[in-house]
């Protein structure tokens, strides 16, 4: 059976010259969604994060894009297996139409929250919707990205005052931290 990491380093990972969103250039680059948008990938990626998360989290989602099919995805799966875990995204920008607000799905005030993202750097994104979902009357517990290149989101998260889990880091990939 192929693992998560095999699947990740086999679909999503390209090596040559890139420049990543912070401008800084690297050697490698992990497009995750060609693991966590694939059948194959996401019940994968499913099996490591309902493993990772918390009994008693009842929602799932984080900024959109990177986030949409870890969250969409993990929560269709926990249902079949009995799990009710409600799903959403966290919009780049306001929506100043229909019901507004940044927040798009099924979270409810009250919930207990995981925020996911497919790969982070820095992890800007996830402390950004953990804030959202703050707002919103819900209480982020977890941050989970599916990788993590950088290496730095553990302390970025902790100053925040939450828990950070990778699924698959750049080390398990055959890569340095940051490079």
Do not use: N
């Not at 819900?138 to 993590?148: F, G, H, M, T």
């Amino acid at each position: 059976m192929v693992t998560l990491v095999e699947h990740v380093r086999t679909h999503s990972v390209r090596e040559g010259d890139f420049t990543l969103k912070s401008g800084a250039k690297s050697g490698w680059f992990c497009d995750a969604k060609q693991t966590t948008c694939s059948p194959d990938g996401m019940l994968l990626v499913a099996d490591a994060a309902l493993e990772a998360i918390p009994d008693d989290v009842t929602a799932i989602g984080g900024l959109t894009m990177g986030a949409d099919a870890v969250a969409f995805g993990v929560a269709a799966v926990a249902a079949t297996r009995g799990r009710e875990l409600r799903s959403f995204s966290v919009r780049k920008e306001v929506k100043d139409h229909g019901g507004g607000g940044r927040i798009a799905g099924a979270l409810q005030e009250g919930d207990k929250v995981v925020i996911v993202e497919d790969a982070v750097t820095r992890g800007v994104s996830m402390i950004e919707a953990a804030d959202v979902v703050r707002s919103v009357g819900a209480e982020p517990v977890l941050l989970l990205s599916v990788v993590d290149r950088g290496g730095t989101v553990t302390a970025m998260a902790a100053d925040a005052g939450l828990p950070f889990i990778a699924l698959v880091t750049a080390p398990d990939l055959g890569f340095e931290y940051g490079s």
